[in-house]
């Protein structure tokens, strides 16, 4: 797989997340709540996610 096939999975990967990120944020009834769930889930894909190499 080369370095543009590489970049558009993690992209398509990412739009996932974001997109199911947002799904979820109507669930929450406070803002902390909200920002707590958005930044752990950011901080979970970026410890097990991949990395684009530039």
């Known amino acids: 797989?080369?370095?543009s096939e590489k970049?558009?999975?993690?992209l398509e990967k990412?739009?996932?997340h974001v997109r199911l990120?947002?799904?979820?944020?109507?669930?929450?009834d406070t803002?902390?709540?909200t920002l707590d769930f958005?930044?752990?889930s950011f901080l979970?894909?970026?410890?097990c996610g991949d990395r684009?190499?530039?």
């Open 44 to 47: 979970f894909v970026g410890l």
């Open 21 to 28: 990120t947002a799904r979820n944020l109507v669930k929450f």
């Open 1 to 3: 797989m080369n370095k």
């Open 38 to 40: 958005t930044v752990e």
């Open 14 to 16: 990412i739009e996932n």
């Open 7 to 10: 970049r558009t999975k993690l």
């Open 31 to 33: 803002i902390q709540e």
């Open 52 to 54: 684009i190499e530039g």
